[in-house]
């Protein structure tokens, strides 16, 4: 400003004070636009938005959040050469339609600090609440969902990337307080025979395999409230949960359920003297096993954290073969599996 005020006429020059003595966030903004260094930080921004039950199975809504403002708090004290000046200069955009978004910041070879902040937004969460008639419940509740600020510090042609989630705040939550996240594990094994050579005899090997694709719900009771989960195991057979929580550590009973599913063209081995003998049972149902008899549901105690050093509690279920004819022919039974571990 000062090279261009020499150039002006006196009238002019008395004007151009009185306008920038009236103006104190002008010359804040072009003393901070006067440094050379820029940086540059891109990201995106998502939401779980609950879940939904499509073509027979449980899909997680992770969307991206479009429109909402992102602000670049830019440290003035870092900004400054003795580093005394207060507050933060903001610089904001919007994301797009993918959640993404690109912001530039002015910065000092020494390092700035920056603040990036994401507009927190209201929209609906869907959970499962019930199962009926072999369908799943759901309820909408009206939610608030925010990011956590992401601190950088930044020099000059830095590139940083942010990518964050916002996380739900239901209305129950803000009145009775759920402040932790636990994660559950629920694992899926499938009784399954297969023939296997061992020192050159053959053997019937008994094994429970991970079941991917396989639905599984879960009911947890805190403090006086039954609440469901619903999950579909990954291909490793596990179906994973966050669970909210009043207590950063707490312990309770878990009701695991998995509705019974069909299976076609069940291959069994059965020892017949001398011979191993493969049979082909041509349709039953994968049904929930509780080591002795089967079941619509195992309930279970697990201990649950939100420390980072503990291990998330692994539950684990068994489903075992249940042939919808043949067991006479075929001498099939489920209480092979009685002392099958898994």
Known sequence: ???????????????????????????TSLSIEDIEGRAKVIGSYYYDAGQSYENGKYVQMIKPVAGVTVHA?????????????????TYSTKTDKDGKFEIKVPVVSKGTSVIIRATPFQGIHTTVVDVSNNRPVFDEQNVVYAAADTNLT?????????DSKFVKDSEQNIETGFPYHSTCVVKVGEATYNKVNVNNIYQIEKAYEEASGVDVLIHIEQNGTMYTYGATTNSKGEATFVIPSKEQRWSTSVTIEVNPYLKTNYIYYKSEGDTINQYRISSGTYSMFSGSYFVDSVTTSAEFSDLPSAPAPVLKVRMVFDPFE?????????????????
Not at 74 to 87: E, F, M, R
């Open 73 to 89: 708090l830019v440290s003035n004290a870092s900004l400054s050469p003795d580093g005394k000046s207060s507050g933060y200069t």
């Open 1 to 27: 400003m000062k090279k261009i005020l020499l150039r002006l006429t006196t009238s002019f020059f008395a004007v151009f004070i009185v306008l920038l003595s009236s103006c104190s966030k002008e010359q």
């Open 154 to 162: 930044l020099k000059p042609n830095d590139v940083k990337f942010v």
């Open 326 to 342: 043949g067991e006479d022919v075929y001498g099939y039974t489920y209480s092979d599996w009685r002392n099958v571990s898994f």
